[in-house]
DNA sequence: TTTTTTGAATGGTACGATCATTTAACCCGT
DNA sequence: ACGGGTTAAATGATCGTACCATTCAAAAAA
């Protein structure tokens, strides 16, 4: 038929999670395109050894997040969602996972929401706020300069709480909310500027401004140094993209 | 106890999905409070007089959207969840439905992320795309002039239509996503503008001046247009709002 | 050939039984 | 009386079976 995606069985509590798991995997890994039919909840039943209950509610689960669509009769069961931009219901990061999104439109949009960021930050952020983003800036300087083998985790941990500052002190929820489900997709390059000595200076001393504009009411010198921040990581991903072939000589542990 | 929301017991098809209705209803209308613990799946199962299969599977769509929580044994069952912003899972217009959410929040940010789009557009549009954007503008005036009735509904769809475009003309699918969330959630204070005649032309030619920036490539000048239009909706929406008076003095130019 | 009927495939619902987990009550030795 | 271990009840998790509702295609009838 269409597809016999060979679903290993599974034991144990938990189960309808594990078998949405195993489905979801096939789907996003392109082991099933879009439009493809799933086997029939009796087929599955089989296919997994479980119980036809936790068929459906692994099912449940997976027309929940809006990645199939079902339906009934013959030639019914589960189809395959093409995922549409413009299911309000589906979240960014299920966009991200399906790949459909470009790294480099997402780090254009972070872009765009942070320069609104550092504006409202510095216009309405209070002086308790401020003062405590120039504090975390001061100690991501300390623990860079500290040793030779900063603690890279801890360091990316204070970026992140910054930028989560830098959102509550936009005094607009639908700030936090967008930066925190873009902080989550986008972490993993977000951090690369950490990996390297070189860019980690210059990152964190541009955070130290920032912060200080910020904190001193001066949005759009903040401004700038925000944008310098975007200049910095575009380079750096150029870098890594370049020296892909060769190998890694980044000493990090 | 904590308390009996006296569900109405659902016949027919769609059993789980009506069950989910209700229940999700109940906790969003402020009857059952975050903390609070639902009935027991086989109390709920004689409350809604269902099977038990149907009460799982509405519970697992609530599990799934991250507005319960579910505990086993003894004291078990679906607690309702604190809804927090940073569950990715969680969709924007969840969010708002919550409340939790200011509408003038979201205006902000539409408008931040709007300023961003009509910079994008007026770079990378191609001639075709902007030309379009030109031609839906004038039709809008056209159907504004025609006659002392205009048809309302006609014009606000083409509004959507040349924002989808707007976002279109990024060349970044982010924007297009947060675009159409952002749309569907905030459609019906955005046109507002349309309502009243003296709004509506304002606002019409406003978009009209917007476009031909935006075919002319120049992202200043179409920028500035576009702050005017949120200029226009915060006059328009304060002047619905016939009581506040001071606490929103956003107006910036 | 066109229309109607029928039947099989499949999701939707119901009911009941058993297993697994968690909490509270109970019991017992010190 | 107290602390620790044991037991029992509540509850979710799973399985299985049966039956209903819907859909669609093939067979039958016109």
Redesign the pocket.
Known sequence: MSSDPKFTPVKG????QKVADQIESAILNGGIQPGNRLS????LQTQFE?????I??ALQALKQKGIIE?????????YVKKMEIGNASESLSLLLKQNKVPIDDLVEFRDAVDQTEVILASIRGDRQEKQRLVEMAMKLSELSTRSDDPDVDAIKAIDREMNMLLAQMTKNSVFEWIKNTIQMSIGSYDSLLYESANYRDKTIDNWIKTAKEIAAGEPLKALSRCSYHYVLLQSCIKDQELGKTESNDVKEK
């Open positions: 509590t938990n189960i309808s029939s909840e009796r087929d479980v119980g036809r209950g936790a459906r509610e079902i339906r009934k009769g013959v030639k019914g069961g589960a």
